[in-house]
Structures are given as structure tokens and as C-alpha cells.
């Protein structure tokens, strides 16, 4: 079984109690139930599968390793939704609110000798308007209720217990210096005792003793030969800390990765290069365990197929992610834009609730070199969706950014993602729409400055049009953009349409920073994922999601009409301009080949004939090539597959489907 918390690692001394407890209804008397902790109370995975059950209780027995004698012994819980009081041997040792942040209780002192009884008990409230709770759906419903998903209630994330010297590390902070050739250590200790601290970094023989002073140490640990951690390199630098002190000996496992994301005028750098964000959106949901994953594997694996279908970073949304995530995404080299859950009004009490998820977030993931981006407030939820129109609600945004930065000024940080910004790093916005034609025109208005505004969906029949400054002092320029929401179709064959042309037309346009592709899989009844909620893939009608969000992409100056029908013409004999959109380090050059096949059908194996010469720099986007090519005898119809061939190897795909007939078109987008 795998350690719960790699970031800050005890496992040296450990014991799991995940498994099987008793549960019962607060209405029950008796525990005449099992449940399967960690699946939350409504999932299958757990044997309970109820739902819209406001109060429940766990209890299991357990023992004391008797190697622990004369340690202090912790509960710790990764996440509990929604609030939690937990009894040891009927001794309350903690209370806990905020159902996606980790907390934990010294039992020591309410132990026993032979087996001990732990009891929780946890309240889900329905109505969860005024508590973080993300995409899990409420009883009065939030506003934004279409777009939520069964509820997740009770214990969700690991339970185990730890064991430790009364004096002992209670965090351990490590940030790559700014000369990317140090690590930076901040530990924080708790306890009475006198203690040194020694620091020492793994597979070296750099070890470091630091004094504590009221409960704090810091130094730098040098780095010779400094590995830079990348997506590409993913190379982490682990250091082992260990405090001794009259009441013993702790010691705990971080790690950490030299890297240096910035930004700079509209553009991200990552370790001094130009960095363009191709990402996906990852909600965190499982068919039969709800927001937990039913083993570590399947975090991994929604990884893997992140970077299978050619994104650099994932986008954990309105989720405080199982820790073991993060800890994969950094050995994986995949990027991480992390977020807390969202509220569903605005009070006193909704803002507060949010803004305690920060702290925890930043304590948790912050020594990740996977997380570059952190997300706060989401599309005015918890806000009323009214930004603009009410001063305490631009405030409460720009407090959650000041908040943040206060902890962590080492990330680009988001305040409200989507529109109506007051303090943020990144201006980012969230479009949709089902027309291709439309959608290049806003995307390209929005880039140009001709608009500032877009229209936006917030129900079947109520569309307004959304600003991306959310106050007068936001500034529109001088700041990366990215769209950081988009996708649309009914059916998996019009998503890949639009995957296809609305991700070209964010290649178009050089001042774009990245997007966010909305999403990598189906939750439930929301069918927009590239895969479907098994994670099996779906017919895209030969769109290869990899050759859209490749380094290297073709541009092609068409405005499609419609899946199957991209371009209408009155002969066999086609010309498409044709553009390179290119984020490699070097420039790239090559022949542009061209291949037939049916309408809807996949790339050939061999690239075709060869066509006009090209070249494009670094995030220049190319000038045109003229690619001609003719129908094959007899067909009206087909797909025209364009590869840019370079020394040999194809760096680049896209295609373009052509019809002869010139009639009434259905589902016409222009």
C-alpha cells in the first residue's frame, strides 16, 4: 500500500487504517453496516450507496504497533467531507471542518492498552450553497447545478496513523532558489524540547545542521551540477530531515525540483524558455468511487493519458486532488494547474469557507515542481456570477489573490478564472460556442483589443455577455492570455470538429499563452470528455487529439462549415493556405505532403505527394504555403491529410474534408 503523503513523507512509521468500518445513519442505532473507507457513503466502492445523507457515523478497532512504545501517536485524514469529530476510546481529540484539506489529532494521551476504538462522525449538509464543495451537487442547487455531479460525503482520502517524538517536524518547506542551483528549506517544529535539525540531501554528501529557534530553521542547501526539473527531465532532489531532541529522534522525506516558472510582459517562461500551455481539464471522478480514485494507479494513468493525447498540464478543477496526484505528475513531468473547491453563494461565512481551503493547498502542494498555476475563485461561483456589479465581491476575489501570493509568490496565480478579473497573474477566459465561424472571430477580437467582452451560456435560454476585467484597475494588456475553457459538440464526432478547428485558431494568434481543453473524459451525464468515463476512447472521426496539441501544428486558413463538409468547392481541385505554429526551442522547416482518404478517415501511414516548402520560427506563427491537390477520380468527396515532413519525419498533421456539393448543408457553422 502506498504512503498517503509523499510531499512530506513519515512512512517510515506508519499504519494504514483504510478498509473496512461499521457504519450506521444518524437516525440508526446500531452499526448493522460496512463501509469501505475511502469511497465516499454514495459510491458503489464503499457498500453504502446512499444518497442525500446528512449525518453519518464510522467506527473501527485497531492497534498500537508495539514498536511505537514511547512515541507520541497520530491520526492523520486526508479529507473528510464535510465536518468532522473524531473520538478515540470515547475521548474527543479533534474537529475539523472543510471537506477537501487534511487534518490530524495527537491520541496519545487517549489510548488504551490492547485494541482501540476510533468513532467519526461526519455532516454532509445538502444544502451546500455556503461550503466549499466543488462539482458535488446541493439540495437547494447551486446556479451553476447542471454542470454537478453526484455528491461525495464522509471520509474520502486515506485514514493511518503515524508515529512521533513529542518534539518533532510539524512542516518542511523547500523552494528551488532563484538561481535554480540551491534549495531553500523553511522547517517548521513543534514541541518543548531543544532540538537540531540536520539536513541532508539524498544521494550526496551535502548535509547541513541547522539550529531551530522558536520553532523555526532555515538555511539553503547547495546544489552542485544542478539538474533543472522539466517535462521533459522531470528530475526531483529529495532531502531527509532529521530533528533530535531530548524526546527522540523524527525523521521525514521531501522532495523538491529545481524550476522557475515566470511571467513575463503576455508570455510564461518556464526555466528561462518560452512555455506554452497545451492543457486538459481533470475533475477528478471515477465511476464507481465518485472524487477518489479506486487505486493509485488511476491517477497515474489519467496522467498518462493526459500526455498521450499531447497536453503539457492538467488542470485539477474545484478539487484539492489526492496528494499521490501531484506526487505523479512531478515524477511524470506533467504540469499542474491546481485549484480549490468553489462555493456556491456569496456570505460572510461562503468566503470564509473558501478562503480556509488556501493555506492547506499551498502547505500540501507547494513543493511540487508540477504545480505552476494556482487557481482560486471559478467562474464567479460563489459570487452570484455579479463581480462587476458589487465592490464586496471585487474584494473578496482580490483578498483570495493576496492571500495566496502572501504564502506563495513563486506561481502565477488566477482570481477568478474565465472573465470579470480584478487581481490576477494570468488573464485567462472560458469560451464556448458551437460555431467555428464565430468562434475565430471572438477568439481573434478578443487577442486584437476590438472587444473586451464574449458571450456566455449561463443557461438554456440566458446568455450575457461577460467582461474580462471585473473592476476598473484590471489591465487587459501586459498580461498572459489564456483560454483556458473551451470545447463544444453533442456527439464525440462534432468534439473532435471542434477539438480540430477551435484549437487551430488558438494556435493562430501568438499572443495566446496556452489553453485548457474542457475535458479529458465523461463524468456522468456530461459527455465531453475525449474519453468516456472508463476512460475508453471515443470515435473523434479520425481527429488524432495528439497531432492537435502537438509542439509543432498546421494552421490552416479555412473556416470550416461543418464535420465532414470543412470545405465546400465547386471542382475537384482544392487550394488551402497553409500555416506552421511551431514552440519548439529551434526553428522548423520541411515539405508539406498531402494524402486522400475517405471523409472521416485517419491519417495514411505514408505522408503523399510532396508539396510547397515552409518554415516557422519559435512561436511565430509561419506565413502561407499554398497546398493544391485534386480529388482522386471518381470521388466527390474526401479528406485531404496535409504532414509537414522534416529530414524525414512527420512533425506536423492536420486535414481538411472536402465536398463537391454546394447545396444546403446542415448544421452549417459559417
Given at each position: 500500500?502506498?504512503?498517503?503523503?509523499?510531499?512530506?513523507?513519515?512512512?517510515h512509521?506508519?499504519?494504514?487504517?483504510?478498509?473496512d468500518?461499521?457504519?450506521r445513519?444518524?437516525?440508526?442505532?446500531?452499526?448493522?453496516?460496512?463501509i469501505t473507507?475511502?469511497f465516499?457513503?454514495?459510491?458503489?466502492?464503499s457498500?453504502?450507496e446512499?444518497?442525500?445523507?446528512?449525518?453519518?457515523?464510522?467506527?473501527?478497532?485497531?492497534?498500537?504497533?508495539?514498536?511505537?512504545?514511547?512515541?507520541?501517536?497520530?491520526i492523520?485524514f486526508?479529507a473528510?467531507h464535510?465536518?468532522?469529530?473524531?473520538w478515540?476510546n470515547?475521548i474527543e481529540?479533534?474537529r475539523?471542518r472543510?471537506?477537501?484539506t487534511?487534518?490530524?489529532?495527537?491520541?496519545t494521551d487517549?489510548?488504551?492498552?490492547?485494541?482501540?476504538t476510533v468513532?467519526?462522525?461526519v455532516?454532509?449538509?445538502?444544502?451546500?450553497?455556503?461550503?466549499?464543495?466543488?462539482?458535488?451537487?446541493?439540495?437547494p442547487?447551486?446556479?451553476f447545478?447542471?454542470?454537478?455531479?453526484?455528491?461525495?460525503?464522509?471520509?474520502w482520502?486515506s485514514?493511518?496513523l503515524?508515529?512521533?517524538?513529542?518534539?518533532?517536524?510539524a512542516?518542511l518547506?523547500?523552494r528551488?532558489?532563484?538561481?535554480?542551483?540551491?534549495?531553500e528549506?523553511?522547517?517548521?517544529v513543534?514541541?518543548?524540547a531543544?532540538?537540531t535539525?540536520?539536513l541532508?540531501?539524498?544521494?550526496?554528501?551535502?548535509?547541513?545542521?541547522?539550529p531551530?529557534v522558536?520553532?523555526?530553521?532555515?538555511t539553503v542547501?547547495?546544489?552542485?551540477?544542478?539538474?533543472?526539473w522539466?517535462?521533459?527531465?522531470?528530475?526531483?532532489?529529495?532531502?531527509?530531515a532529521?530533528?533530535t531532541?531530548?524526546?527522540?529522534t523524527?525523521?521525514?522525506a521531501?522532495?523538491?525540483?529545481?524550476?522557475?516558472?515566470e511571467?513575463?510582459?503576455?508570455?510564461?517562461?518556464?526555466?528561462?524558455?518560452?512555455?506554452?500551455?497545451?492543457?486538459?481539464?481533470?475533475q477528478?471522478?471515477?465511476?464507481l468511487?465518485?472524487i477518489t480514485?479506486?487505486?493509485?494507479?488511476?491517477?497515474?494513468?489519467?496522467?498518462?493519458l493526459?500526455?498521450?493525447?499531447?497536453y503539457?498540464?492538467?488542470r485539477k478543477?474545484?478539487k484539492?486532488?489526492?496528494?499521490?496526484?501531484?506526487?505523479?505528475?512531478?515524477?511524470?513531468?506533467m504540469?499542474?494547474?491546481?485549484?480549490?473547491?468553489a462555493t456556491?453563494?456569496?456570505?460572510?461565512d461562503s468566503?470564509?469557507?473558501?478562503?480556509?481551503?488556501?493555506?492547506?493547498?499551498v502547505?500540501r502542494?507547494?513543493?511540487?515542481?508540477?504545480?505552476?498555476i494556482w487557481?482560486l475563485?471559478?467562474e464567479?461561483?460563489?459570487l452570484?456570477?455579479d463581480?462587476?456589479?458589487?465592490?464586496?465581491?471585487?474584494?473578496?476575489?482580490?483578498?483570495?489573490?493576496?492571500?495566496l501570493?502572501?504564502?506563495?509568490?513563486s506561481?502565477?496565480?488566477?482570481d477568478?478564472?474565465?472573465?470579470t478579473?480584478?487581481?490576477?497573474d494570468?488573464?485567462?477566459?472560458?469560451y464556448?460556442d458551437?460555431s467555428?465561424?464565430?468562434?475565430?472571430?471572438?477568439v481573434?477580437?478578443?487577442?486584437?483589443?476590438?472587444?473586451d467582452?464574449?458571450?456566455?451560456?449561463?443557461?438554456?435560454?440566458f446568455?450575457?455577455?461577460?467582461?474580462?476585467?471585473?473592476?476598473?484597475?484590471?489591465?487587459?494588456?501586459?498580461?498572459?492570455?489564456?483560454?483556458?475553457?473551451y470545447?463544444?459538440?453533442?456527439?464525440?464526432?462534432?468534439?473532435?470538429?471542434q477539438?480540430?478547428?477551435?484549437t487551430q485558431?488558438?494556435r493562430?494568434?501568438?499572443?495566446?499563452?496556452?489553453?485548457?481543453?474542457?475535458?479529458?473524459?465523461?463524468?456522468e451525464?456530461?459527455?465531453a470528455?475525449?474519453?468516456?468515463?472508463e476512460?475508453?476512447?471515443?470515435?473523434?472521426?479520425g481527429?488524432?487529439?495528439?497531432?492537435?496539441?502537438?509542439?509543432t501544428?498546421?494552421?490552416l486558413d479555412?473556416?470550416?462549415?461543418?464535420?465532414g463538409?470543412?470545405?465546400?468547392?465547386?471542382?475537384?481541385?482544392?487550394?488551402?493556405?497553409?500555416?506552421?505554429?511551431?514552440?519548439?526551442?529551434?526553428?522548423?522547416?520541411?515539405h508539406?505532403?498531402?494524402?486522400?482518404?475517405?471523409v472521416?478517415?485517419?491519417a495514411?501511414s505514408a505522408?503523399?505527394?510532396?508539396?510547397?516548402?515552409i518554415?516557422?520560427?519559435p512561436?511565430?506563427?509561419?506565413?502561407?504555403a499554398?497546398?493544391?491537390?485534386?480529388?482522386?477520380?471518381?470521388?466527390t468527396?474526401?479528406?485531404?491529410?496535409?504532414?509537414?515532413i522534416s529530414?524525414?519525419?512527420?512533425?506536423?498533421?492536420s486535414?481538411v474534408?472536402?465536398?463537391?456539393?454546394?447545396?444546403?448543408?446542415?448544421?452549417?457553422?459559417r
Amino acid at each position: 500500500m502506498e504512503y498517503p503523503r509523499p510531499h512530506f513523507d513519515r512512512s517510515h512509521s506508519w499504519s494504514s487504517l483504510n478498509g473496512d468500518w461499521d457504519f450506521r445513519a444518524d437516525t440508526e442505532q446500531d452499526y448493522h453496516r460496512t463501509i469501505t473507507v475511502p469511497f465516499a457513503w454514495e459510491t458503489p466502492a464503499s457498500g453504502i450507496e446512499a444518497h442525500w445523507l446528512p449525518v453519518a457515523w464510522y467506527r473501527r478497532t485497531f492497534t498500537v504497533p508495539a514498536g511505537w512504545a514511547g512515541q507520541r501517536v497520530v491520526i492523520q485524514f486526508g479529507a473528510v467531507h464535510h465536518e468532522a469529530t473524531v473520538w478515540v476510546n470515547d475521548i474527543e481529540v479533534a474537529r475539523h471542518r472543510g471537506g477537501y484539506t487534511p487534518f490530524e489529532a495527537d491520541i496519545t494521551d487517549a489510548l488504551r492498552d490492547g485494541d482501540q476504538t476510533v468513532v467519526v462522525r461526519v455532516s454532509a449538509p445538502l444544502d451546500k450553497r455556503e461550503i466549499a464543495h466543488g462539482k458535488q451537487r446541493s439540495i437547494p442547487r447551486d446556479d451553476f447545478d447542471g454542470v454537478c455531479f453526484t455528491p461525495s460525503s464522509g471520509i474520502w482520502q486515506s485514514v493511518w496513523l503515524e508515529a512521533r517524538p513529542a518534539t518533532y517536524l510539524a512542516g518542511l518547506k523547500l523552494r528551488p532558489a532563484d538561481g535554480l542551483d540551491a534549495i531553500e528549506v523553511e522547517a517548521r517544529v513543534s514541541g518543548a524540547a531543544e532540538a537540531t535539525l540536520v539536513l541532508s540531501l539524498r544521494g550526496t554528501d551535502v548535509s547541513v545542521e541547522v539550529p531551530v529557534v522558536n520553532g523555526l530553521a532555515e538555511t539553503v542547501i547547495p546544489v552542485a551540477g544542478p539538474r533543472l526539473w522539466s517535462p521533459e527531465d522531470p528530475h526531483l532532489y529529495h532531502v531527509d530531515a532529521t530533528l533530535t531532541s531530548a524526546d527522540g529522534t523524527d525523521t521525514v522525506a521531501a522532495y523538491t525540483g529545481l524550476r522557475r516558472i515566470e511571467v513575463i510582459g503576455e508570455d510564461l517562461y518556464l526555466n528561462g524558455g518560452r512555455l506554452f500551455v497545451r492543457g486538459v481539464l481533470d475533475q477528478g471522478y471515477w465511476p464507481l468511487t465518485g472524487i477518489t480514485p479506486p487505486d493509485d494507479a488511476a491517477l497515474r494513468r489519467d496522467l498518462e493519458l493526459a500526455a498521450a493525447a499531447g497536453y503539457n498540464l492538467v488542470r485539477k478543477h474545484l478539487k484539492l486532488e489526492d496528494p499521490r496526484f501531484v506526487h505523479h505528475a512531478d515524477v511524470l513531468g506533467m504540469l499542474v494547474w491546481a485549484e480549490p473547491a468553489a462555493t456556491g453563494r456569496f456570505s460572510a461565512d461562503s468566503v470564509a469557507a473558501f478562503e480556509e481551503q488556501i493555506a492547506p493547498m499551498v502547505e500540501r502542494d507547494g513543493n511540487s515542481p508540477a504545480v505552476i498555476i494556482w487557481g482560486l475563485y471559478n467562474e464567479e461561483w460563489g459570487l452570484d456570477w455579479d463581480i462587476p456589479g458589487d465592490p464586496a465581491k471585487q474584494a473578496a476575489t482580490a483578498q483570495a489573490y493576496d492571500l495566496l501570493k502572501a504564502l506563495d509568490a513563486s506561481r502565477p496565480a488566477v482570481d477568478n478564472s474565465g472573465w470579470t478579473h480584478v487581481k490576477t497573474d494570468l488573464l485567462d477566459w472560458h469560451y464556448y460556442d458551437e460555431s467555428a465561424a464565430s468562434w475565430g472571430k471572438t477568439v481573434a477580437a478578443l487577442l486584437n483589443g476590438e472587444q473586451d467582452d464574449f458571450p456566455v451560456k449561463l443557461g438554456p435560454d440566458f446568455v450575457v455577455r461577460k467582461k474580462l476585467a471585473g473592476a476598473p484597475g484590471q489591465p487587459l494588456r501586459g498580461l498572459p492570455n489564456l483560454n483556458s475553457e473551451y470545447g463544444t459538440g453533442f456527439t464525440s464526432v462534432e468534439r473532435g470538429w471542434q477539438l480540430r478547428w477551435q484549437t487551430q485558431e488558438l494556435r493562430r494568434h501568438d499572443r495566446v499563452a496556452g489553453y485548457v481543453y474542457t475535458e479529458l473524459y465523461d463524468i456522468e451525464h456530461e459527455s465531453a470528455g475525449l474519453l468516456d468515463f472508463e476512460r475508453r476512447a471515443k470515435d473523434l472521426a479520425g481527429v488524432d487529439p495528439a497531432d492537435v496539441n502537438a509542439t509543432t501544428t498546421l494552421v490552416l486558413d479555412v473556416v470550416p462549415v461543418a464535420p465532414g463538409r470543412d470545405l465546400l468547392s465547386e471542382s475537384r481541385e482544392v487550394s488551402v493556405p497553409v500555416r506552421v505554429s511551431h514552440h519548439g526551442g529551434e526553428p522548423v522547416n520541411g515539405h508539406l505532403h498531402t494524402a486522400w482518404t475517405p471523409v472521416f478517415g485517419p491519417a495514411p501511414s505514408a505522408p503523399g505527394a510532396e508539396g510547397p516548402w515552409i518554415e516557422a520560427k519559435p512561436f511565430l506563427l509561419s506565413a502561407a504555403a499554398e497546398v493544391r491537390a485534386e480529388l482522386p477520380d471518381g470521388w466527390t468527396s474526401g479528406r485531404l491529410h496535409i504532414a509537414l515532413i522534416s529530414d524525414g519525419t512527420v512533425v506536423a498533421r492536420s486535414a481538411v474534408d472536402v465536398d463537391t456539393y454546394t447545396g444546403f448543408v446542415i448544421g452549417d457553422n459559417r
